[in-house]
């Protein structure tokens, strides 16, 4: 059973910037997808930003390009962080964001395991 813990939500003021972690315990194989979704208040939960933890590729919504980095820790093959870097955020960027995981490269097609979900909240 794999484990996700995320940290780092906040409140920051628009143009400001935040990181979110998420550490994963539990996985059997490091052949997996780790990365990102965040939900708004009477929306779906959309795709944010994902990376194939062996190959190191990084793949991000549109929405994000350019302002959001994905990243990740390997502290030993049983336990590792992915990080969100969020840079110029917007208000439009307010959601609960949470942490996904999946084994193979599917891109977080359907993930198995997520995490607790963290509020980022973005003033204008």
């Known amino acids: 059973q794999v484990q996700l813990v995320e940290s780092g939500g906040g409140l920051v003021q628009a143009g400001g910037s935040l990181r979110l972690s998420c550490a994963a315990s539990?996985?059997?194989?490091?052949?997996?997808?780790m990365g990102w979704f965040r939900q708004q208040p009477g929306k779906e939960r959309e795709f944010v930003a994902a990376?194939?933890?062996?190959?190191?590729?990084?793949?991000?919504?549109d929405s994000v390009k350019g302002r959001f980095t994905i990243s990740s820790i390997s502290r030993d093959n049983a336990k590792n962080t992915v990080y969100l870097q969020m840079n110029s955020l917007k208000p439009e960027d307010t959601a609960v964001y949470y942490c996904?995981?999946?084994?193979?490269?599917?891109?977080?097609?359907?993930?198995?395991?997520w995490g607790q979900g963290t509020q980022v909240t973005v003033s204008s």
């Open positions: 996904a995981f999946e084994y193979g490269s599917n891109w977080l097609g359907n993930p198995a395991y």
């Open positions: 539990g996985q059997t194989s490091s052949f997996y997808t």
């Open positions: 990376t194939r933890w062996i190959y190191g590729s990084t793949r991000y919504a």
